[in-house]
């Protein structure tokens, strides 16, 4: 019976020892894997460093630069960087890496490299709401549409309102009440008919007032290009048609 007991207990020993000799060394703490982020400004990383400078640090960066530094940066006590994450991609996720490794010199002419520690990097732009028509032109009466395009992560919500340009308070037409929505980064938004008949063009400005994406931690996205003028054209009344030959019944 004790003999079993040995074997069992020696198995177990090389069992832990195979997956040990595998495993990443948490090097960091405080983060997320992948980690989904805003791409706007730089991100820090850190890793401990209990071994000072006797410890060489590598980072290595994919889809994304290291402030101040090439890929991969290398240096003695180097355990934390600052990284700019690619936005190539508007309206889908940017995918980048980071990799460290440290070695430890003994001092002895020894140095121990250690496992490689990585991490997936989820980037996104912030939310963005661009008018895509030109300025336009049309008839008192005549409908109208206007093109919209995002960039964020769907699904988009967003508001919009029409008013005279000359006379701001003056809203014709006002969407800011709710959020409407969008799972595509493009929209066609329908403007009701604006009747004028002052005799002479008036301009009115489509506005998008407020933009968000999907994540939760922008309000408000940017949307200083979210607008464009239409100029109404009058039309007048002709009156009745008016003629001087007609016969009358006796």
Sequence with gaps: MKKKM?????????VLVTINAGAQTDYGSGYT????IRNTDPISYTVSNPDGNNATFTWTVTGGTIVDQSSPYSATGANSIQVIWD?????SVN?????????IDHGDGVSCPGPDQIMEIQSWVSPKATVATS????????????DLTFEGKADYRYKWKVY????PANIVEDKTGSFLTSNTSSVTVDIASVVNISGSDIIYVFAVTQVQDAFADIDDGDITTATVEMTVHSTSDIGPIQSGSSLISR
């Design 6 to 14: 040995l074997k069992t207990g020696i198995a177990l020993a090389i």
């Design 33 to 36: 894997d992948p980690q989904v």
């Design 87 to 91: 936005n190539a991609n508007k309206t």
């Design 95 to 103: 995918i980048g890496n980071l990799t460290v490794s440290k070695v």
């Design 135 to 146: 300025n336009f032109h049309v008839c008192s009466g005549e409908a109208s549409t206007v």
């Design 164 to 167: 005279q340009k000359d006379t």
